[in-house]
């Protein structure tokens, strides 16, 4: 036993001293270099290929690689062993992840794959543009080499859409706001987002019944509507101007469309984008099946100071490129790169339309103007139902009369009368009393104002007609001034 080990240990020896020869005689490089040619006959010879999806790619982020992370997620909760859990500031999902390093067993289509979660420390800082996260993450496939063809066309496809479907199922809507003065986060986002939980629907919007359905049919038939977009060649995306005056509900429309089709809002803030090339970076940082949305489009930046060329077209002032111009805006909305991804929602949102350039209005440029009114007695009934549970049939017939013809002679915003709603909403009666009470004062107050405009406007009238009455000259007076026929035979004479 005793020389047993006494071999063993001179055996070691011998190898310990065969180890130090090969690194004396042969340099570094040499030795990766058969390492690599070692690892390449053995990759020849075996049955298995890889695919690695890092997180980032180049500068970009892998867009394969969030959506590998969700699709595992639905199913690594069940199979998975060691899991890594993590909810997101304010979200109400919590979403596994495979921990690092770790592995699980997926099937498709009668094919066994395994995902690797790989995750590895960043060796030192190179020198970047931007800082870089500290971990290099990514997932490795690993399949038969056979089954690689399936895997190619299918499977992945089959990611995106399942990531998709998940993420639009299972989790909240995002948020999105371009970062202050275009920064950049370690990941390469301009964007910032929160989870997204305004609680408006097409349910809770007040507004005229019939214009409600239609604007959710064209909706609809916009998000169904891939093959026809794709059969016209037109892009898929579409744009709505919504305009009416402050607290109408323009803003909830947008997130009632957002929850309507399920789409993250992107909310640019036009001031914070320095130019037309920032603004067209952003465009191209954001995802498919989206509301991209700027609002007070006509006091975000100074788009109405162009100025007339000498053929008398408008054009954009020269600005070194320092700024956005309108061009740069419509080429976000409608030139070529506002096709990079596809599915979007352009909503632009103004309280003065007559204050907007004309080539923003021009037909085909936002697919629909939408004009959100002062409340309607159709609208007034969404209201009283969401905030008070009254039908129609609820109210008294003298009660319903008399809010219907107050609605439509005073100018009340739904903001307004929601104001009123919530204040009383412990007492219904009282909130009708005091919402119809206001309606009357106010309608009273808006006629004695208008009496008092169209006085005013008379003598106006008046005084101005008395005014041109005393300076034109009565017909045959020797005021008459001679006409120019009888001017040109004096000077003839
Ligand atoms: N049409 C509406 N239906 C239901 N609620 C509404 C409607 N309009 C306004 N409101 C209520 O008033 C509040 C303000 O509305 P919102 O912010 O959507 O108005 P806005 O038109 O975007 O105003 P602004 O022009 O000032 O941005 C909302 O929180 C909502 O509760
Ligand atoms: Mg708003």
């Not at 020198?127 to 992945?156: N, Q, V």
């Not at 039908?391 to 319903?400: G, P």
């Not at 005014?467 to 034109?472: D, I, P, Q, T, V």
């Amino acid at each position: 036993m005793k020389e047993y080990w006494s071999y063993l240990a001179s055996l070691l020896g011998v190898l310990a001293f065969c180890q130090t020869l090969l690194q004396l005689i042969f340099p570094p490089e040499l030795r990766f270099l058969s390492l690599k040619f070692l690892s390449r006959i053995f990759h020849l010879f075996s049955s298995y290929c890889y695919f690695d999806i890092t997180e980032i790619d180049g500068v970009n982020t892998n867009e394969l690689y969030n959506a590998v992370q969700l699709y595992l997620s639905s199913f690594v909760s069940i199979n998975g062993s060691r899991l890594s859990l993590t909810r997101a500031l304010n979200s109400s999902a919590i979403t596994f992840g495979l921990s690092n390093n770790d592995c699980i067993i997926d099937t498709f289509g009668g094919v066994t794959v395994l995902w690797e979660h790989v995750v590895i420390q960043r060796q030192s800082q190179t020198f970047t543009w931007r800082p870089l996260p500290d971990e290099k993450r990514g997932f490795t496939l690993r399949m038969k080499k056979k089954d690689k063809a399936l895997i190619l066309h299918s499977y992945l496809d089959y990611i995106m859409d399942k990531s998709n479907e998940i993420r639009r199922n299972n989790q909240d809507r995002l948020l999105y706001t371009n970062s202050r003065g275009g920064s950049l986060d370690s990941r390469g986002h301009p964007w910032e987002s929160v989870p997204f939980k305004h609680p408006s629907t097409f349910d809770t919007l007040a507004m005229h019944p019939v214009k409600k359905q239609e604007i959710m049919h064209d909706l609809k038939d916009f998000a169904n509507g891939q093959s026809f977009y794709h059969k016209t060649g037109r892009a898929w995306k579409r744009g709505y101007l919504l305009y009416g005056p402050p607290g109408t509900g323009k803003s909830s429309m947008i997130a009632a469309i957002a929850n309507y089709l399920s789409y993250d809002i992107y909310d640019l803030e036009l001031t914070e984008v320095h130019n037309n090339s920032e603004l067209r970076k952003l465009l191209m940082k954001t995802s498919s099946k989206s509301i991209i949305v700027i609002e007070d489009i006509d006091c975000s930046v100074n788009l109405t100071n162009r100025k007339k060329n000498n053929k008398g077209n408008y054009c954009d002032p020269e600005d070194g490129g320092n700024s956005i111009t309108l061009s740069g805006l419509l080429n976000f909305t409608d030139g070529l790169w506002s096709c990079c991804g596809s599915e979007r929602i352009f909503v632009f949102t103004t309280n003065h339309i007559d204050k907007l350039d004309p080539a923003l209005l021009r037909s085909g440029r936002m697919d629909m103007h939408i004009y959100m009114s002062y409340c309607s007695y159709p609208a007034l009934k969404i209201l009283l139902k969401n905030y008070l549970g009254y039908e129609e049939s609820d109210l008294d017939c003298n009660v319903s009369k008399e809010l219907a013809e107050a609605v439509d002679m005073v100018e009340m915003t739904p903001a307004d009368i929601s104001e009123i709603l919530i204040k009383n909403r412990s007492d219904k009666q009282k909130a009708v009393g005091e919402l119809l009470e206001t309606m009357k004062t106010r309608a009273e107050g808006n006629m004695k104002r208008g009496s008092l405009k169209e006085k005013i406007s008379d003598e106006m009238e008046d005084e101005e007609q008395e005014k041109r009455a005393l300076e034109s000259p009565k017909e045959g007076s020797d005021f008459e001034q001679p006409s120019k026929k009888e001017e040109n035979v004096k000077k003839m004479k």
